[in-house]
């Protein structure tokens, strides 16, 4: 029996709606494990409103339906989610179905499937093989892109240390009695250690990669009337949302792409927090999630307000990112071993003082003192916008016009295997520090050569049995 | 001037090493008429290298060779004069059993098991070329259809005699143009003193077979009364000895009286001597073509490449109970005799040492093995199979693991009937001897292969103590597994289940004296109570533990064998990773069932070149195969699956999934 697969099935950039398709015996259930208020019974082929829940955070309304086999694309049973915007919030919805136990497909496995499932005809059969094999290549080309410079020589270097550590014990299984001078358990466990560590920041860098590939969602968040459409005009250059004085004009989210440092940034202005009920209560129910959901929150303050104007927002609980020192989140802290997609981890957030023109430094300094550092801007006067510029892209790691961007992961796929590897390597520096049996950690290492193998699109080969050879002086 | 023998036979073993032994076995023993010609009668399972079977890796394939009915486990249980168990503290999967046997009575337990054998006769003549006849052959199933190809009908022999025969299994050692070479001298020879196979080379050439030269080598043999043993350090057998065969006893003696070994080490001056003679060496002087194997190199190439290493190990191992001559394990060396004898002498306790017979290196010729299908048959020639060194590889236990599966399928070929039964093929989850007849077919080798545990991404599952729950089913269905010990497989998975069952439903309550027994083996104490299965779980714990624990808390451990309580053990405790493999076995497996055939590789768009020589080379039978080849991309297995899916519709078959 096959396993469980998914990927994005829409193309990547488009708009509107994107749908995730899940295809395998546990389909359903990984459906249930993202949208848990599905009711008991699910009709096929029927679509329905579903709450999609990740980390335990409402993140989408979507549309969902499940097709059983054997009437289904790939003739397995099938889950689609058909959710709202763009390849970020997407990307972000695959990692939490990968979580919820689908293994991300290879290129052009569904159509395999269909084909294994006679689900496809003979002409069209004709046609796919062509469209299949291009596929393929585009993938290796695409892969190979994405492994040219930094991070191709990473994972290289990740996995010739596995497999010179795998020679080590594979040396001592295969050729006992034979007087070898052997690594020391310590050692070996040190060693796997740093494998998992460098597996594991690869597998993290994956969020910048996300951001360089399909770019950056940054809503502006705050008080009624704190200047955010403004804010957004300004950073856009002209006229996108509407303005006026009147506290609340915003009632819908209004979006607005611009690129910064490369990346592709998507503003999201958000009507201002506030108590509402009825149909507009839902609107900016929804406006919330989006809000939440963003890579950063750009809490804008009025400066001129005074401590009444605040509000909302500045969260206690939430991970600040100021101005001057940029930081990726996903560097710190969230190393606690869930091993990869983390859908957990916390939304970047970055503090405003808007409207800085119209108040005095002493003015600007008790604000500061309330809401902790921010960036002071006047959407008025453009000043201050390219240090905001610079701490949103700081807070999701990407530097302008320096740092390591070469050596990050870019798609899901290889965060998923660097993250397998991790765990792999982490499970083999253990268990040799505790002294398991040689062919356990044997085991370990061999699971994290095969996915740092799989990231390179290479197979395992003979290079353990070469490297044993190499090293050491073997035979009666 | 030719003479045809007046008798037909199914099948026709040519040589009678340690496959042909097993060829001959097995192809009788599924009731075929069987005819072994050997050069020389008196060398039937000759151990021409060191005198021992087993190993690790090694002895799982002879326990795998007995389970599916083979002979090689019983005759080293009945020759062995030094037991083994190898690896006893690197995990459960990696313990492999190795025993050194006499040499001579061992040839002869060996040759008496052939001549028992009703079907099976034995004569001696040099096969000179295979008969061939041209003619379509299809076969079913798995085969799929390849295109028409001749036929073997029999082999000639020296004398002129014809020998006529549906199936021929060729196992040929080292005497396929063998060539031996001590220093300066080199002469023909598949042994030293016994004379090569000279033309059936040539008749291999003509059927189209590419042929390549390896090369293996041999220690000098010593009088062990010339060795000064005082000082060296002894290697006793186990007590008591671990044995190979189900049939075997394991509370018995072993018939032959038990011997130790000894161990020495080369020194500075025997690098010297090496180093100053290499020119002299007929590897280093280019004289040797042949590619020799790296797991097993001369002392010439330890002392070239491993210039750095002060001293090599040399295992002193008797080479039977009632003859003074001692194998030095470790010295392979093919120089002059007189750079031998100082060499040796320079080794402590080897000072006055006297050689019996020198050490040399043969070459010889071998056909690629992904000139075969997975069930040895060669794709060139319907009815011929290859097994043991004329595929590349080294070693008694892999020739003979493959002559057991040439000898089952030529049986298959010739069995009565209009369909040819399906091949027997071995998967790589399944046994050693999958990994090893997939890895010769699938990537083909360079150098002599030896099977090793780092080959088997499936090691935790094969382990020698579940070698019948991985093949007596098999060897069941081929009708090799004798009722007993059906019934022993049966009897043992009841007797762990019954315990399992009982260790779930016993539990133990929180106290003092638990609390106590737990704390001494490094494990924390109960919370709350616990079943014995819970506490058999943590890796500290193992069954002996258990009964301490059990007596603590004044319940009763169910009763279970040693073994039967090792294997439930590790069942238990390796669940995540042999859940893992278990898992990715099954991937595979569905590949497995995606036939190929004869495909034109050339018509397939979508592949690259790489991709496309690689499989019209391999020519795998099916995707799973196609998929181990090195230099086939995931690319290129799309390609592949999506063709067959198209074919099989244009075919207008019902279409299945795969392993379905």
């Not at chain 2, 799929?144 to 073997?152: C, D, E, I, Q």
């Amino acid at each position: 029996m096959a396993d469980t697969i998914a990927a994005i099935a829409t193309a990547a950039g488009a708009g509107g709606v994107g749908i995730i398709r899940i295809s395998g015996p546990d389909a359903e259930l990984v459906l249930r494990r993202v949208a848990p208020g599905l009711p008991a019974v699910v009709e096929s082929h029927r679509l329905t409103l579903a709450r999609v829940v990740l980390a335990g955070q409402v993140v989408d309304q979507a549309l969902v339906v499940l097709m059983r086999a054997p009437r289904s694309y790939t003739g397995e049973d099938v889950a689609e989610v058909h959710a709202h915007g763009g390849a970020v919030h997407l990307g972000r919805l695959l990692e939490g179905v990968l979580a919820a136990g689908a293994r991300a497909a290879g290129p052009g496995e569904f159509t395999r499937r269909a084909f294994a499932a006679g689900r496809i005809d003979l002409t069209r059969a004709e046609a796919v093989a062509d469209l299949v094999a291009a596929e393929g290549e585009r993938a290796v080309r695409v892969a190979a892109a994405q492994l040219a410079g930094g991070l191709e020589r990473r994972v290289r270097g990740l996995r010739a240390e596995v497999v010179a550590l795998l020679a080590e014990v594979e040396a001592t299984i295969d050729f006992p009695g034979e007087g070898l001078e052997l690594i020391e358990r310590g050692e070996l466990s040190r060693r796997a250690g740093l494998v998992a560590a460098g597996a594991r920041a690869l597998a993290q860098s994956f969020r910048v990669g996300r951001v360089l590939r399909d770019g950056l969602e940054v809503a502006l968040v705050g008080a009624p009337n704190a200047g955010k459409s403004s804010l957004l005009n300004a950073l856009v250059g002209r006229e996108r949302a509407v303005v006026s004085a009147e506290p609340g004009t915003t009632r819908d989210f209004v979006e607005a792409r611009v690129s910064w440092a490369g990346a592709a940034v998507t503003l999201i202005d958000t009507p201002g927090e506030r108590e509402v009920g009825g149909v507009e209560g839902r609107a900016l129910e929804l406006a919330r999630v989006r809000a939440e959901q963003a890579d950063v929150r750009v809490v804008v303050v009025d400066a001129s307000a005074g401590a009444g104007g605040v509000g909302v927002g500045v969260g206690a609980n939430r991970r600040q990112v100021t101005g001057d020192r940029g930081q990726a989140p996903g560097h710190e802290g969230g190393s606690g071993g869930s091993g990869g997609s983390g859908g957990g981890e916390g939304r970047a957030e970055v503090v405003v003082l808007n409207k800085c023109d119209v108040v005095g430094e002493a003015e600007r300094a008790l604000m500061r003192e309330r809401v902790g550092a921010a960036v002071e801007v006047s959407a008025l006067t453009g000043a201050g916008l390219g240090e905001l510029v610079e701490a949103v892209l700081g807070a999701v790691g990407v530097a302008e016009g320096g740092g390591d961007e070469t050596v990050v992961v870019t798609s899901a796929r290889q965060a998923e295997l660097l993250a397998g590897c991790a765990v792999a390597a982490t499970a083999a520096s253990e268990g040799a520090a505790r002294g398991a049996h040689e062919e356990l950690v044997a085991a370990d290492l061999r699971a994290a050569l095969v996915a740092l193998s799989a990231v390179l699109g290479e197979g395992v080969g003979e290079d353990v049995i070469d490297a044993v050879f190499a090293r050491f002086c073997i035979g009666k | 001037m030719s003479f045809v023998y007046p008798i037909d036979h199914d099948v026709i073993v040519v040589g009678a090493g340690h496959a042909g032994c097993e060829a001959a076995l097995a192809a009788a023993r599924l009731g075929r008429r069987v005819l072994v010609l050997t050069g020389n009668l008196e060398t039937i399972a000759h151990m021409s290298c060191n005198p021992a079977i087993g190993g690790v890796a090694k002895g799982h394939l002879v326990r795998e060779i007995d389970a599916l009915g083979g002979e090689m486990a019983r005759a080293i249980d009945d020759t062995g004069i030094h037991f083994r168990r190898l690896n006893t503290n690197k995990g459960p999967a990696v313990r492999s059993t190795r025993a050194q046997a006499d040499k001579l009575r061992y040839r002869a337990r060996m040759r008496r098991a052939l001549e028992a054998e009703a079907g099976i006769s034995l004569k001696q003549a040099e096969v000179t070329a295979l008969c061939t006849e041209a003619g379509p052959v299809t076969l079913s199933g798995a085969a799929g259809t390849r295109a028409a190809r001749p036929r073997v009908v029999g082999v000639e022999t020296q004398g002129g005699v014809t020998f006529r025969a549906r199936a021929v299994v060729l196992t040929t050692g080292t005497f396929l143009r063998g060539v031996i070479h001590v220093g300066e001298e080199s002469r023909a020879g598949g042994r030293a003193g016994e004379a090569p196979a000279a033309s059936l080379s040539a008749s291999l050439l003509r059927l189209g077979f590419p042929l390549a030269r390896l090369k293996t080598g041999t220690p000098c043999r010593l009088d062990g009364r010339t060795i000064d043993r005082t000082g060296l350090e002894v290697q006793a057998g186990d007590t008591p000895p671990p044995r190979f065969s189900w049939w075997t006893d394991p509370a018995s003696a072993p018939p032959l009286p038990q011997v130790v070994c000894w161990v020495t080490y080369t020194s500075e001056r025997t690098h010297q001597i090496i180093r100053d003679n290499l020119h002299r060496s007929p590897l280093y002087a280019g004289r040797i073509e042949g590619v020799g194997p790296r797991y097993c190199p001369s002392i010439e190439d330890k002392v070239v490449r491993f210039a750095d290493k002060e001293r090599h190990q040399i295992f002193l191992e008797p080479e039977g109970i009632d003859t003074h001559e001692v194998y030095p394990n470790g010295v392979s060396t093919s120089l002059p005799y007189e750079v031998q004898l100082a060499f040796m002498r320079s080794i402590g306790g080897l000072e006055r040492v006297e050689l019996l017979r020198p050490g040399y290196a043969v070459e010889y010729d071998f056909v690629n093995p992904t000139e075969l299908e997975p069930w040895l048959e060669t794709r060139r020639v319907a009815g011929l199979f290859h097994a043991g060194q004329l595929n590349g590889t080294s070693g008694y236990e892999e020739a003979a693991a493959q002559g057991q599966l040439a000898g089952i399928n030529a049986a298959l070929a010739t069995a009565p009937g209009a369909v040819r039964p399906e091949p027997f093929v071995l998967a790589r989850d399944e046994a050693y001897g999958g990994v090893l007849v997939d890895d010769l077919c699938t990537r083909g080798t360079e150098e002599p292969y030896r099977i090793m545990t780092a080959r088997a991404e499936y090691r935790l599952s094969l382990r020698e103590h579940n070698v019948d729950e991985r093949l007596l089913p098999r060897a069941r269905a081929l009708g090799l597994c004798p009722d007993a010990r059906w019934r022993a497989l049966e009897a043992g998975q009841a007797a762990r289940a019954g315990a399992l069952a009982a260790l779930a439903a016993t539990r133990v309550a929180v106290s003092g004296a638990v609390a106590d027994v737990l704390g001494a083996h490094g494990t924390s104490a109960l919370r709350e109570p616990a079943s014995l299965l819970e506490l058999l779980r943590r890796p500290e714990l193992d069954f002996a533990a258990l009964a301490r624990v059990a007596d603590a808390a004044g319940v009763r451990l169910p009763e279970l064998g040693a073994a039967d309580a090792e294997r439930l053990e590790v069942d238990l405790k390796y669940q995540g990773y042999l859940a893992r493999e278990a898992t990715e076995a099954q991937r595979q497996r569905e590949l497995e069932h995606v036939h190929l055939g004869d495909l034109d590789y050339s018509a397939l768009a979508g592949l690259s070149r790489e991709a496309r020589e690689k499989l019209e080379r391999v020519r795998p039978t099916s995707v799973g195969q196609a998929a181990r080849i090195p230099g086939v991309t995931p690319a290129a297995i799309s390609v592949l699956l999506v063709h067959t899916a198209a074919e099989r519709r244009r075919r207008g078959r019902t279409a299945t999934k795969p392993g379905a």
